[in-house]
Nanobody, 124 residues
Framework: VQLQASGGGLVQAGGSLRLSCATS????????MGWFRQAPGKEREFVAA????????YYTDSVKGRFIISRDSTKNTGYLQMNSLKPEDTAVYYC??????????????????WGQGTQVTVSS
């Protein structure tokens, strides 16, 4: 199973990007999908997560009101719509997923499968 994150790029402050996270290989019956990011010189941090049913959604405080996480169950794909981007959002963004949801949605160890990362650069 592989996760493929895409949609990153260079955007001016205030702009928007939509990241996608697709699965390949065997069907991944994920129950939780999360997005993390890692800025240069910093540790990777949690950004947002969503359950398969979409009944639980979580955001880190710094992106609340600006980012929207969603999923398309028919395509087995997750999305992160990023609006009102700021220079401090610049990072490599990773999607992650797991077939079991234990409730530790903020923790990296919750997720078994990881994408390769996509670069998001926000210029001021």
């Amino acid at each position: 199973v592989q996760l493929q994150a895409s949609g990153g790029g260079l955007v001016q402050a205030g702009g928007s990007l939509r990241l996608s996270c697709a699965t390949s290989g065997r069907t991944l019956n994920w129950r939780i999908m999360g997005w993390f990011r890692q800025a240069p010189g910093k540790e990777r941090e949690f950004v947002a997560a969503i359950t398969w049913r979409g009944d639980k959604i979580y955001y880190t405080d710094s992106v609340k009101g600006r980012f929207i996480i969603s999923r398309d169950s028919t395509k087995n794909t997750g999305y992160l719509q990023m609006n009102s981007l700021k220079p401090e959002d610049t990072a490599v963004y990773y999607c992650a997923a797991d077939e079991y949801y234990t409730g530790s949605w903020r923790m990296e160890h919750e997720y078994e499968f990881w994408g390769q990362g996509t670069q998001v650069t926000v210029s001021s």
